[in-house]
């Protein structure tokens, strides 16, 4: 083994001059085919996710369509001061907040729990019929969920309610009511997204060296502690990077399932930056002070991402770059 | 032997995961049921697992609706053309950043990455969209989502591993390098392009924030746009059984089943959501590697 490496090395020095020999000019033209496959996707990029990048301006500017985004005057931080004057920003802060919080903090174990049970399967077809089963929500949309909720939980003939009212007891108005909300906001989060969630988990457990097992067997270690002492510390990588990209999003609560569930009656818990940037912009038509409140809420996302990151190079020595 | 296998542990590990495997499915299952039912019948009568008076009025109603038609043309034609043309640049652009003499190529890795960290938002995006005349037309459900970083990189991923003897082969015979995308590294990527294809395609199928917000005109709306108006004014009214059951009569059909309106959503569901649980399961071991390829890399 070391002396493969020592010839990889040697060999490496020896190539390199051999490219540099070519001019930059050359070498690009001789790729020239590969820059046309490039082409279009450059163009998409600049147009698609540089131009609103600079499109942001707006947020400090008065912006309207027949000056355009050059032409509009510009505000400075008027936008911005009237958001954090507004009476309800706090809020909706702090709804963003509490909502994607308890999302992370009990739906960000949930894959992990399932992909651990479904390691313990010995039965394989009862393993992929579950795992299958567990892909499906995935691959449904927001508003397909939404109505499902609504027609199981609905308290004029939904199935859950029946069954509230065959055990004797009063039927419950689930959808819009404030004291459900949370509840039915995280469970249908986790119900949609934990089988996707677990894929990662359990490639990873599939990649854990079995011999790991059978020292801590030979040690005495029940499945309990093998899961604890093998398994777990065996994924800490892939959780820990998936952590961090959960931290990015704390800023953002989810805007789809929010824009569908929130309703007036839960409104006082329910609004949250996404689905304010929405309706104060696409609807109410106030572009520059929607773009102000989404451009405070990226940069935040931004922040906490990379402080998550930070922090997770120090600690666990994992970090995304 | 059969009893010292079944521990405690395992009994409970099982039933955990069965009951978690009919919670997943029983909505799907009451939908089902809800929407092979008489319409009448289904409000009279709580369903739980079968249908009350079973009919497929509710199915042959909505195809015989001509805005739900329309709606359905709508989404297939955005999916149909949306996937063939995102598979095909995101591949081509991927199949470019595999080579590793390309002068630049870190850069445009990084051109690309970064907006996955940073975008500008909803706002500018939709004055960017109206600029470009996208608003209102059905351009806007396929050219704003003909690229996406993460389904690059799983791309070139895949093209990385395949071996480069084929086409150093083809070359000495003659081949450009874009026919040699198309005629060799298309053909050996056909898992790698299902699951791309699968991932935009449902993208596409499930799309319905871009009708709601970005189209006006009825005849382009897609079939999930109509589902959430369906939604929204089912949420509107204080109870939707009620009012359901008011105007369920009145569409007062001479047949022996009838239909209302929560009837048809349910059947309109159905629709919508059935093609793509055809057509997962059966591309399930190829799109688990692609998500661990798009989380490892990304």
Same mark, same amino acid.
């Given at each position: 083994m070391p002396q493969q490496t020592e010839i990889n090395i040697k060999s490496y020095p020896n190539k390199v001059p051999k490219i540099k020999k070519k001019s930059l000019w050359k070498r690009i033209w001789e790729h020239r085919v590969f820059y046309f496959f490039l082409l279009p996707g450059i163009i998409w990029f600049v147009i698609f996710s540089y131009i609103p990048m600079y499109g942001i301006t707006i947020a400090f500017k008065d912006f309207n369509f027949v000056q355009g985004i050059l032409g509009s005057p510009w505000a400075g931080l008027k936008y911005f001061h009237q958001f954090f004057n507004y009476y309800q920003s706090k809020e909706i802060i702090r709804n963003t907040i509490v909502i994607s919080l308890m999302k992370l903090l009990i739906g960000f174990p949930m894959p992990i729990i399932l992909a651990l049970l479904l390691n313990e399967i010995r039965i394989s077809k009862f393993k992929k019929t579950v795992q299958t089963i567990s892909y499906l929500p995935h691959f449904i949309s927001w508003v397909v969920v939404v109505t499902l909720l609504q027609r199981l939980l609905t308290p004029y003939g939904g199935p859950v309610n029946e069954l509230i009212a065959a055990m004797g007891l009063d039927r419950i108005q689930f959808l819009g009511n404030i004291n459900y909300f949370y509840q039915l906001i995280i469970s249908s989060d986790i119900w949609k997204g934990v089988g996707w969630g677990a894929i990662i988990y359990l490639a990873a457990i599939s990649g854990v060296d079995t011999q790991l097992y059978e020292a801590a067997k030979m040690d005495g270690a029940n499945r309990f502690r093998q899961m604890w002492h093998v398994t777990l510390p065996s994924i800490r990588g892939v959780m820990v990077i998936l952590f961090i990209l959960a931290c $990015? $999003?704390?800023?953002?609560?989810g805007y789809e399932q929010l824009l569908l569930m929130n309703t007036p009656a839960t409104t006082s818990i329910g609004n949250v930056l996404d689905v304010y940037v929405i309706k104060a912009g696409l609807e109410q038509g106030r572009f520059s002070y929607a773009t102000a409140v989404g451009l405070f809420q990226g940069i935040i996302g931004l922040i906490l991402i990379i402080a998550a990151n930070q922090i997770s190079k120090k600690v666990n020595e994992t970090s995304l770059w | 032997m059969v009893m010292k296998k079944w521990s405690i542990f395992s009994i409970i590990n099982y039933t955990l995961l069965a009951l978690f495997a009919f919670c997943t499915l029983y909505p799907f299952i009451y939908i089902l049921a809800y929407s092979l039912s008489d319409g009448m019948e289904a409000m009279k009568h709580p369903i739980y697992f079968f249908p009350k008076g079973f009919t497929f009025q509710n199915y042959i109603e909505i195809f015989q609706d001509t805005k739900f038609l329309q709606a359905y043309k709508i989404t297939i034609l955005r999916t149909v053309i949306g996937t063939a043309l995102h598979v095909f640049l995101c591949a081509l652009f991927a199949y470019a950043l #595999?080579?590793? #003499?390309?002068?630049g190529r870190s850069f445009f890795t990084f051109f690309i990455f970064i907006p996955t960290l940073f975008g500008g938002g909803m706002i500018p995006t939709f004055v960017l969209y109206r600029e470009l005349g996208l608003?209102?037309?059905?351009?806007v459900y396929v050219i704003p989502f003909l690229y996406n970083f993460f389904n690059i990189i799983v791309l070139r991923t895949f093209f990385q591993q395949l071996p480069t003897s084929l086409e150093e082969s083809a070359k000495i015979d003659g081949c450009g390098d874009f026919k040699i995308f198309i005629k060799i590294i298309l053909p050996l990527s056909a898992p790698v392009l299902a699951t791309i294809g699968l991932f935009i395609g449902v993208f596409h199928w499930n799309d319905w924030f871009t009708g709601t917000y970005f189209v006006t005109s009825k005849n382009l709306l897609p079939v999930q746009t109509l589902l959430n108006d369906l939604l929204s004014q089912s949420l509107a009214q204080a109870n939707a059984a009620k009012s359901a059951s008011e105007t369920g009569t009145?569409?007062?059909?001479? #047949?022996?089943a009838q239909t209302t309106p929560e009837s048809l959503r349910m059947a309109t569901l159905m629709v919508a959501t059935l093609p793509i649980l055809c057509v997962y399961p059966f591309l399930q071991k190829y799109f688990v590697k692609g998500v661990m390829i798009g989380s490892v890399k990304g």
């Open positions: $990015g $999003g704390i800023m953002s609560a | #595999t080579k590793k #003499t390309l002068p608003i209102d037309s059905f351009w009145s569409l007062g059909l001479q #047949t022996i």
